[in-house]
């Protein structure tokens, strides 16, 4: 059983950034951030492959966001750059249990996760 949590969230203008972190109570395989807003389903955002070296993001944020991990400190992070309020959200970090070059759909889905964390907020104004 792996325990998540996620922390790094706030309020944010538009055009500013955040880092968000995601701690694992243990080694972790692969890693997504999903965000869910209000009176939305809980969307991708962005994964990562166990090693690191295997990127994958939705194409809202893409060049906007970045995923990275440090293995030593079992933590992965999301850089946030260029927020927008379309951003705003309840973001929730996830690990799975599997590895391999699965591909995008697979890294997207959110059934695919085994472990999810409480969730941050982020909240972007104008």
């Known amino acids: 059983q792996v325990q998540l949590v996620e922390s790094g969230g706030g309020l944010v203008q538009a055009g500013g950034s955040l880092r968000l972190s995601c701690a694992a109570s243990g080694r972790t395989s692969a890693v997504g951030w999903f965000r869910q807003a209000p009176g939305k389903e809980r969307e991708f955002v962005a994964a990562?492959?166990?090693?690191?070296?295997?990127?994958y993001y939705a194409d809202s944020v893409k060049g906007r966001f970045t995923i990275s991990r440090d293995n030593a400190k079992n933590t992965v992070f999301l850089q946030m750059n260029s927020l927008q309020p379309g951003d705003t959200a309840v973001y929730y970090c996830?690990?799975?249990?599997?590895?391999?070059?699965?591909?995008?759909?697979?890294?997207?889905?959110?059934?695919?996760?085994?472990?999810w964390g409480q969730g941050t907020q982020v909240t972007v104004s104008t």
């Open positions: 990562i492959s166990p090693a690191g070296g295997t990127t």
């Open positions: 996830a690990a799975g249990t599997w590895s391999g070059a699965l591909g995008y759909g697979w890294y997207a889905s959110r059934t695919k996760y085994d472990y």
